[in-house]
Nanobody, 121 residues
Framework: QVQLVESGGGLVQAGDSLRLSCAASGRTSSSLTMGWFRQAPGKEREFVAALSWSGGTTYYAGSVQGRFTISRGHAKNTVNLQMDSLKPEDTAVYCC??????????????WGQGTQVTVSS
């Protein structure tokens, strides 16, 4: 089992930046791919970004490409999501997830509880 805990959500204004962090514990592995997903009220969950833990390969949804950056955190077994130029449509609950699949997969095995990000206009 892999446990995931997110932090860093909050309320910001359009154009602001915010950084989310995800701490992984348990049976972590260098083979893991870490991902971020989000779900806005009344909408389906959507993929945001993914990072291959071993090789550092990244993959982004088109809606966040160029604005969001996923990276390894300085602390062990952490992954960050740096969100710049935030828009009101980025408002959602953001969840961290982990899988043994590749960065382009949508099949994730472990999920965090999520953290709320609200962007006001």
């Amino acid at each position: 089992q892999v446990q995931l805990v997110e932090s860093g959500g909050g309320l910001v204004q359009a154009g602001d930046s915010l950084r989310l962090s995800c701490a992984a514990s348990g049976r972590t592995s260098s083979s893991l791919t870490m991902g971020w997903f989000r779900q806005a009220p009344g909408k389906e969950r959507e993929f945001v970004a993914a990072l291959s833990w071993s090789g550092g390969t990244t993959y982004y949804a088109g809606s966040v490409q160029g604005r969001f950056t996923i990276s390894r955190g300085h602390a062990k077994n952490t992954v960050n999501l740096q969100m710049d130029s935030l828009k009101p449509e980025d408002t959602a609950v953001y969840c961290c997830a982990a899988t043994l699949g590749v960065v382009t997969t949508r099949e994730y095995d472990y999920w965090g509880q999520g953290t709320q990000v609200t962007v006001s206009s």
